[in-house]
């Protein structure tokens, strides 16, 4: 069974500063997908990036981008020059490819409290 | 295009009654799934359905839970006999498909239970 492991339940930045959130996965399917979620107060989730096992580039959007190794099975999100308003749980997700055999629901880790210091 | 909807956004419930969650997914979408979100915790898949069929329900607890999403409206999670463990923000997501790059799941703002 695939599983997805966040090893920091909590970090925090200072505001314009770079954070770095980690992301270990386990898996034995060859394709799948990738993501991050931001969820606010708010508690909606909220896709940030997302990124194909198959790409070997790794995923930007705009200040958040990702490290993805796969021989490592790695997956971390860089948010850089950090916004008062990033403040939020993070959570790294896993999908497998229905080619695969999954049926494509998505697998959470247990998610990283980010805070951000004025 | 309206996003997904979910109602109630909370609901209060005595031990022993019965809760029902509602999802409506965007429009065009056919795939539904069903997360659990234990306090201080990350989502748990529960089920998943495409119109009138459960595809995966693996995620489901055995007893007391169910869930349909018919040819006509929304999809429906329901709990019967409610205990105050089953307290937890309940999320829906719905995609245009399962597989492929176009398989983003778009979520809900969820339904908060609280049994009392």
């Known amino acids: 069974a695939q599983t997805v492991t966040q090893s920091q339940p909590e970090m925090s930045v200072q505001e314009a500063e770079t954070v770095t959130l980690s992301c270990t996965y386990d898996t034995s399917e060859s394709d799948y997908y990738l993501f991050w979620y931001k969820q606010p107060p708010s508690r909606q989730m909220i896709l940030v990036i997302r990124q194909e096992a198959y790409k070997q580039q790794n995923a930007t959007e705009n200040r958040f981008s990702v490290n993805f190794q796969k021989a490592a099975k790695s997956f971390s999100l860089k948010i850089s020059d950090s916004q008062l308003g990033d403040a939020a749980m993070y959570f790294c997700a896993y999908r497998g490819d229905n080619y695969g055999g999954s049926q494509g629901n998505l697998i959470f880790g247990k998610g990283t409290k980010l805070s951000v210091k004025p | 295009n309206a996003g997904v909807m979910q109602n109630p956004r909370h609901l209060v419930r005595r031990r022993g009654q019965e809760a029902r969650l509602r999802c409506s997914p965007m429009?065009?979408?056919?795939?539904v799934y069903w997360y659990r979100q234990l306090p201080e915790e990350g989502l748990k898949f529960m089920v998943y359905l495409q119109k009138e069929n459960i595809i995966d329900e693996s995620g489901m607890p055995k007893e007391r839970f169910s869930a349909e999403f018919p040819k006509e409206g929304p999809s429906i999670l329901r709990i019967q006999q409610v205990v105050r463990g089953d307290s937890a923000a309940y999320f829906c997501a719905s995609s245009p498909w399962a597989s492929g790059t176009n398989n983003e799941q778009f979520f809900g703002p969820g339904t908060r239970l609280t049994v009392l």
């Open positions: 429009k065009g979408h056919s795939h």
